[in-house]
């Protein structure tokens, strides 16, 4: 029985095979298959960023007298990170990023699915202004990464891996049209994890533990998680699925190194207790 088994297997033909493995998997613009299990497509975001900031209540003071860098003499300071005295306010600026990923939908049932769109985000602009107490001074506008004698900076990028419980409603047709819609609501949960970030701590420790001044910067912690929730749109045509969607992420604990060896005597971060980062995603989905 087996021997025939296997040659009733072997007499399958070729298009039936692939009809069979065309209905599990869905892709991108070669028919859109309503029934298929996974439909797998492209996805394009820009992201609306900004820190949560929670300041200590002497935060004034920290700011004042921990901006000296750690084992570093006066003349290893960076002056263009260095406003003279305290600061007047501290707070974030909004950024905008652009990320880039694969949604993979698993169907459980007509109304509802599985998400799981692994993106890189080539793009973060998170920020922090620090605007120092004299009229004369400019702001120093603060990010993740910075050099000596430069006060631009830039920040890390971030690999995304965000799970979501997907519903949704019945779908309609529009008036004299094969074209169909429906709306749907999404919750879960986002692992982020910053690109190259454990390598450049460990890189500035390095040059900190030899004498050499480096810039002061925010410290964040490799990775974090976010719970997130969104609304969106699916237009339905015969060749492929258009959803242009709208997530809110929330970061569930504080991202930033507080403890880290960078951040002791850094004058940035001794005034803050905790950030969050809040992130509303704007996407334009392919399927």
């Given amino acids: 029985m087996i021997k025939y088994g296997f040659s009733i297997i072997l007499l399958l033909p070729l298009p039936a095979s692939h009809a069979i493995a065309q209905r599990f998997v869905g892709l991108p613009f070669?028919?859109?298959?309503e029934e298929a299990t996974l439909q797998v497509g492209f996805q394009y975001n820009y992201v609306n960023q900004n820190?949560?900031?929670i300041l200590k209540k002497n935060w004034r003071e920290l700011a004042e007298h921990g901006g000296r860098m750690i084992n570093l003499p006066a003349e290893g300071v960076d002056e263009t990170l260095q406003p003279s005295g305290t600061f007047r306010s501290i707070h974030s600026r909004s950024g905008h990023g652009f990320a880039i990923g694969?949604?993979?939908d698993m169907r459980?049932?007509?109304?509802?699915s599985i998400n799981f769109t692994p993106s890189f985000n080539i793009l973060n602009s998170h920020q922090i202004v620090y605007s120092p107490q004299a009229a004369d001074l400019d702001a120093v506008i603060l990010k993740s990464k910075h050099l000596l004698q430069s006060n631009r900076g830039d920040n890390f990028n971030s690999f995304e891996f965000p799970v979501a419980l997907k519903l949704l409603s019945e779908e309609k047709k529009f008036s004299k049209s094969d074209t169909r819609y429906r709306a749907y609501v999404l919750a879960g949960a986002r692992l982020n994890r910053w690109t190259g970030v454990q390598k450049a701590y460990n890189q500035?420790?390095?040059?900190?533990?030899?004498?050499?001044?480096i810039p002061e910067a925010i410290i964040l912690r490799p990775e974090y998680m976010s719970l997130e929730a969104g609304i969106g749109v699916d237009f339905i045509t015969?060749?492929?699925?258009?959803?242009?969607?709208?997530r809110f992420s929330q970061s569930m604990s504080n991202v930033m190194s507080n403890r880290h060896t960078l951040a002791m005597n850094n004058k940035f971060m001794a005034p803050i207790d905790r950030g969050l980062i809040r992130n509303v995603y704007f996407s334009l989905i392919f399927q």
């Fill in 238 to 246: 015969s060749f492929f699925k258009v959803s242009p969607e709208v």
């Fill in 30 to 33: 070669a028919g859109y298959d």
């Fill in 102 to 104: 694969i949604p993979i």
């Fill in 108 to 112: 459980w049932n007509e109304g509802f």
């Fill in 51 to 53: 820190y949560q900031l």
């Fill in 204 to 213: 500035l420790k390095l040059e900190v533990e030899a004498g050499q001044p």
